[in-house]
């Protein structure tokens, strides 16, 4: 039987949601049985590779880094998971979106806030350049699955996952699966 090859992605979220992955507990000896973890924060892969099957992308766009992240992803995998509410709706890392671009935050936590060296942090190459605005992922690449929940409880991640393994799609339905938060 072929493995399927999976991935996560952390983009902009708390990591919160790669947490309750590992929340899968024994579950997960029964998942690295029928797949291969291709690339992810757990491992040290810095390529994304193509021809991956799933992926869970956890957070939303808010750097050009993500930007061009997700397009790369999104061009090299079969099924892209929108996994927690950042991934899903912008949720947290969307709250300065009222404040209409990047720049107050910028000035308050680096200029306003600091005790010394005031500076605004600019590497080009190294520090991504944050967007005006947040975006959920939809927003930007199709997204196949949405896996909400801040972040999914690990019954969730596994009602999501384990019907793709046996080559079916999720059916998440219901309170316990799509509630936010
Ligand atoms: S959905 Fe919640 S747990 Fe997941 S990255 Fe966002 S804030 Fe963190």
Request: aromatic residues 6%.
């Amino acid at each position: 039987m072929t493995r399927l090859k999976l991935a996560t992605v952390w983009l902009g979220g708390c990591s919160g949601c790669h947490m309750s992955f590992l929340d899968l507990d024994e579950w997960l000896f029964d998942l690295a049985a029928q797949v291969d973890l291709v690339y992810s924060p757990f491992m040290d892969t810095k390529e994304y590779p193509e021809g991956v099957d799933v992926v869970l992308i956890e957070g939303a766009i808010a750097n050009e880094e993500h930007l061009h992240m997700i397009k790369t992803v999104r061009e090299r995998s079969q099924i892209l998971i929108s996994f927690g509410d950042c991934a899903v709706t912008g949720n947290v890392t969307a709250l300065r979106n009222p404040l209409g671009s990047a720049e107050p935050v910028l000035q308050r936590c680096y200029i306003e806030a600091a005790d010394i060296h005031p500076q605004i942090p600019q590497e080009p190459g190294i520090v991504p350049q944050l967007l005006d605005r947040v975006t959920p992922v939809h927003a930007v690449v199709p997204v196949d699955i949405y896996l909400p929940g801040c972040p999914p409880s690990a019954t969730r991640i596994k009602a999501a996952l384990e019907p793709i393994l046996h080559g079916e799609t999720p059916q998440l339905a219901g309170r316990e699966f799509i509630k936010f938060g």
